[in-house]
């Protein structure tokens, strides 16, 4: 990888974030590590001068209506689309607790807010508190961008994964997907402290897109519009 540009796929885990690392070459092997903190990962990605970094994990928050971009991956998820929760509502971000939040979502978009989509407004807030607006923009080096690896993974295969990632049979299908793409993941990527295997895998499949927004090949989903702070509504597959 050291003579190709290095672009990358995070995702969020019980240890901190997995960045997966890899080389724009159909092929290029890639290399999993563990960070503590998001600003640990933009320095990382930054030291090294990658070109992409692909982040699983809700960046543009909508103020009232479901985003566009949502809406597409839940069609392109079909029946899996159960794995994508509904981006939380902008006015939600800071809550502190379920009750709170699920106030707020009804209040500004009349709906509530799942708990597993309140259980992401942490890393949300984190991932906010490092990217701007700019960092999200076409000529931004690295050029950051939202993705749903279950997404990239249906897009990846021409078709929805029919099994959950958090069975074998469902690693090992994505796995296959995967394998193609990087030279080292075959077998499954070794075991990382504070990440479980799908961890890894998702992260891959981030590195993926992020090495298509890289050749300039990646699918957008949504329609180009910002929040109301300015960040992208869009999601990279």
């Known amino acids: 990888m050291s003579d190709d540009p290095l672009v990358a796929g995070v995702d969020g885990a019980r240890g901190g974030w997995v960045m997966a690392a890899t080389g724009t070459a159909p092929g290029s092997p890639v290399t999993f590590t563990l960070w503590p903190c998001f600003p640990d990962v933009w320095a990382e990605a930054r030291s090294k001068g990658m070109l992409a970094v692909a982040v699983d ?4 928050l909508p103020t009232r209506n479901l985003r566009r971009s949502d809406i597409e991956a839940k069609e392109i998820l079909g029946p899996r689309r159960s794995s994508l929760f509904w ?3 902008l006015g939600v971000l800071n809550a502190t607790d379920h009750p709170e939040a699920n106030r707020r979502s009804r209040e500004d978009t ?12 942490p890393k949300v807030r984190e991932v906010r508190a490092v990217l701007t607006p700019d960092d999200l923009a076409a000529e931004a080096r690295p050029q950051a961008a939202e993705v749903h690896p279950e ?3 249906a897009v990846l295969a021409g078709q929805p994964m029919s099994a959950s990632k958090r069975q074998p049979a469902g690693q090992a299908e994505r796995l296959a ?11 499954a990527p070794l075991p990382l402290s504070g990440a479980t295997p799908d961890d890894l895998l998702d992260a891959a499949a981030a590195a993926w897109t992020a090495r298509r ?16 702070t300015g960040y992208p509504m869009a999601i990279w597959a």
């Open 57 to 60: 994990m809700p960046i543009g």
């Open 87 to 89: 981006t939380p509502p």
């Open 110 to 121: 009349s709906r509530g807010l799942s708990i597993q989509a309140f259980h992401l407004l």
């Open 151 to 153: 997404t990239s993974f």
């Open 177 to 187: 997907a995967l394998a193609p793409e990087f030279d080292n993941l075959d077998p």
């Open 213 to 228: 927004m890289a050749n300039s090949t990646a699918l957008v989903l949504g329609d180009g519009g910002v929040d109301a």
